[in-house]
């Protein structure tokens, strides 16, 4: 598989609406991400570690709220999630 890595971006959100972006490679805890949001980035720090195609939180998302991503909504939040966390099945229910 191709390395699809662009410099200096480390995740990716499609809609103004998503409160989580796509991480595109391993992402450590206390790192500083950088998100493109179309032509702008915007930056979080990594609360956790984040495996690559996983979700991070750019926002806090309170327990029950809707997780969004790609403009959809995914699932919901099982339990507060602060901005930077580490978004999947541990803390997001359908």
Do not use: F, W
Not at 29 to 37: N, P, Q
Not at 70 to 84: P, R
């Amino acid at each position: 598989m191709a390395n699809l890595k662009t410099p200096g971006i480390d995740a990716i959100m499609i809609s103004q609406s998503d409160n989580v972006a796509t991480c595109l490679h391993e992402i450590d805890a206390g790192k500083l991400v950088t998100v493109k949001l179309g032509m702008e980035d915007l930056t979080v720090t990594a609360a956790d570690p984040i495996p690559r195609g996983h979700k991070i939180a750019v926002q806090d998302i309170p327990d029950g709220d809707a997780i969004r991503k790609y403009g959809e909504v995914i699932g919901k939040a099982s339990a507060s999630i602060a901005t930077g966390q580490h978004v999947h099945s541990h803390n997001v229910v359908d």
